[in-house]
């Protein structure tokens, strides 16, 4: 993969439609200090990217202390950070300028950004379980997205590990978190792959919704699954009629450079875009010279 992510915490200031970190019916984590030491330490060999992800990164209380660790650990065209840039934590802009060579803005104000229904069960939707897992066979999800570690361990996909985190109770199978673990190949995902993609939409032929409404579509087993989280209680949240749909809405309208600039701005900071990896690189106003 391009990216592992370290998620080092669920937390986050925004609570989107149909949240691929289940924000709103998750228990909110931060990653232990000695937890995320032995997490970059583990991905020192790895040729790749390490990516800060949560939530918002920006939220843990020791994000400083752990931009600077994995500093000592990873040269800085491996780092990137997926945040909001959220209002309130401006400190941060020199740390991210020093730490990441890659940055990825989205800061979900648009109306126009649309999120998935990962909630709605591929097995509820696709009943044929041979079709169920010739799709997931060919999730684009995990062909584009990243594995991940958490706090329960690794994970060959990013939403898989998020499952074991919305879902504690159940098996996760997640790897033991130490050097080369991401040398696993498709045979060592087995257990995770049964596990949590029958339950994860990704992969089904689902309207998306726009991230700023703050509902959650789910699909009935799933919703069985959940217990009174907070959305649920406050009404967040739409049973899903498990129809197909083929019609489609952008989902990366994000990737507009001008919005990714405005949300860079308020910390001080411009975006040089694109870098060899697709990614913007941040810097200072200050340190920019004509």
Not at 12 to 32: A, I, L, W
Not at 129 to 156: L, T, Y
Not at 161 to 171: T, V
Not at 239 to 261: G, T, W
Request: charge should be negative; aromatic fraction near 12%; hydrophobic fraction near 35%.
């Amino acid at each position: 993969m391009d990216t592992v992510q370290i998620e080092i915490t669920n937390m986050c200031n925004n609570s989107c439609s149909n949240c691929t970190r289940f924000v709103g019916h998750v228990k909110p984590y931060v990653m232990e200090l000695d937890f995320f030491k032995r997490a970059v330490d583990s991905m020192i060999d790895y040729p790749n990217m390490i990516g800060f992800q949560g939530g918002e990164p920006l939220l843990h209380p020791l994000f400083e202390e752990m931009c600077r660790y994995a500093s000592s650990k990873i040269p800085k065209e491996r780092l990137g950070l997926w945040t909001t840039l959220p209002i309130g934590y401006e400190r941060y802009r020199n740390i991210i300028v020093e730490t990441f060579e890659h940055i990825f803005l989205n800061d979900h104000t648009r109306d126009d950004i649309y999120h998935h229904p990962v909630l709605v069960g591929i097995e509820e939707v696709e009943t044929d379980v041979n079709k169920m897992w010739n799709k997931i066979d060919r999730c684009w999800a995990q062909e584009v997205w990243s594995a991940s570690i958490n706090p329960h361990g690794a994970f060959f996909c990013e939403i898989a590990a998020a499952f074991s985190m919305l879902f504690p109770d159940e098996q996760s199978y997640a790897w033991a978190v130490e050097p080369g673990w991401w040398n696993k190949i498709p045979k060592d995902f087995t257990k995770q792959m049964e596990q949590w993609c029958p339950k994860c939409g990704m992969t089904a032929q689902l309207q998306t919704r726009s991230s700023i409404e703050g509902i959650d579509d789910i699909s009935p087993k799933n919703f069985e699954r959940l217990s009174n989280t907070k959305k649920i209680h406050d009404g967040l949240y739409k049973i899903h009629n498990l129809e197909k749909c083929d019609c489609s809405n952008n989902m990366a309208n994000y990737k507009d450079n001008h919005y990714r600039q405005l949300i860079a701005k308020r910390y001080g900071m411009f975006l040089i875009t694109p870098n060899d990896k697709n990614f913007w690189t941040p810097h200072l106003f200050k340190d920019f010279k004509i």
